[in-house]
Structure formats: C-alpha cells, structure tokens
T-cell receptor
C-alpha cells in the first residue's frame, strides 16, 4: 500500500521569497505523484504530476517539483511566491495498475504568504 | 458535463437520519473516488471504483457507510444513521486510469445537527 507524508503542516513565508513544501512517499511499486492546491473555499485543482520520464516536473503558476526515487521524495518548489499562492497544498500518490491505483493524499501543508 | 458534478452542494440533516450523496463523473472516466475532508484536515480516502473491478472499500470508516456505482457512470455514497462526527465535506473525483490525474468535484458539505 502507498502512503504519503507531508513534513510541514504550515509554512509561513514572505512575498517574493522562495518556498519548498516537502513530501515523502512510501510504496513497494512504481508510483505516480501529484501536487494539488486548494484555495480558500474552493475545490482541489492539479498543480503538477509525475507519471514517468523527466524527474523535474513543471506545473501551473510557476511551481515545479522533483521526483527523487532514492529519497522517495517529491518536494514542491517555487522561486518567488505571491500573496495569491496562499492556499492548502496536498501531495498525493497512486500506483498505476488495477485496484492499487487508488489516490492517497498527505495531510496537507498550509502555505501562508505574508506581505 | 465538462467536469465532475456533485449534489447536493450542501446538506443539513438530523442525527440518526440517512443521507445519500451523488457524484456524476466526467464521461469516459473509468476510476471514481470518494474522500472525506473534515474542517481543517486532509483528504481521507473512503472508496475507489475502477471499471468492473471490485471496489476498494478499505477507507470506509464503518458499516454505516456504503457506496455504489453503476457501470462507469453515477455513484452514490450513502451514510446511514448519521452522527455528528460525519459532518464534513465529501469530495468525489474521477480519472482515466492511464493518466492518473484525478479531477475533483466541488464537494457536498454535510452538517449533522
């Protein structure tokens, strides 16, 4: 079975500073990895995904993440954050086949961007 | 429709009543998921349907919870004898297995009073 750990429940950061949101996963099989964002009072939307190929994945709104198989990590980064990036961020993992394909989420990281 | 549709958007029910939540996935999506999100919490996996395979019910918290899906279309999540701890937003998502990306509905906010 897969599991996901988001190491920080809250990350406060000043506007225009860089940010990294950490995510580690556990799985006995190959995985797909995702980052979702939930803005206040809105639904979840996909930021980026890793299915295969290049380990550096670029997503919307200037975010990127790097898949590190040896460290079982998929940390999310942005070089310069905006106030509008304030939201809840969820890392998720799934395995590509059959009934193991269910999507498991981490507990979320609240990104608080301060002026 | 173009996206995942959930109904109702809000539901207030009395403790002990049964409720039924509905999810219309994106047409052609073979996988469908239900999650529960309590206030300020993460997404708690409830159940996963994939094509004609037996559903993965490993996340259902008790036998008061059940879900059905007809083929690759609508799914309903039923909560019997609701309790106050069932109050949460119930999210549905669907995906094409080969792509893995799940598209979420706006959720049903359930309040048990």
């Amino acid at each position: 079975a897969q599991s996901v750990t988001q190491l920080d429940s809250q990350v406060p950061v000043f506007e225009e500073a860089p940010v990294e949101l950490r995510c580690n996963y556990s799985s006995s099989v190959s995985v797909y990895l995702f980052w979702y964002v939930q803005y206040p009072n809105q639904g979840l939307q996909l930021l980026l995904k890793y299915l295969s190929g290049s380990t550096l994945v670029k997503g919307i709104n200037g975010f990127e993440a790097e898949f590190n198989k040896s460290q079982t990590s998929f940390h999310l980064r942005k070089p310069s954050v905006h106030i509008s990036d304030t939201a809840e961020y969820f890392c998720a993992v799934s395995a590509p086949s059959g009934n193991t394909g269910k999507l498991i989420f981490g507990q979320g990281t609240t990104l608080q961007v301060k002026p | 429709g173009a996206g995942v549709s959930q109904s109702p958007s809000n539901k207030v029910t009395e403790k002990g009543k049964d409720v039924e939540l509905r999810c219309d996935p994106i047409s052609g999506h073979t996988a469908l998921y239900w999650y529960r999100q309590r206030l300020g919490q993460g997404l708690e996996f409830l159940i996963y349907f994939q094509g004609n395979s037996a559903p993965d019910k490993s996340g259902l918290p008790s036998d008061r919870f059940s879900a059905e899906r007809t083929g690759e279309s609508v799914s309903t999540l039923t909560i019997q004898r609701t309790q106050q701890e069932d109050s949460a937003v119930y999210l549905c998502a669907s995906s094409l297995e080969s792509q893995g990306e799940a598209f979420f509905g706006q959720g049903t906010r359930l309040t048990v009073v």
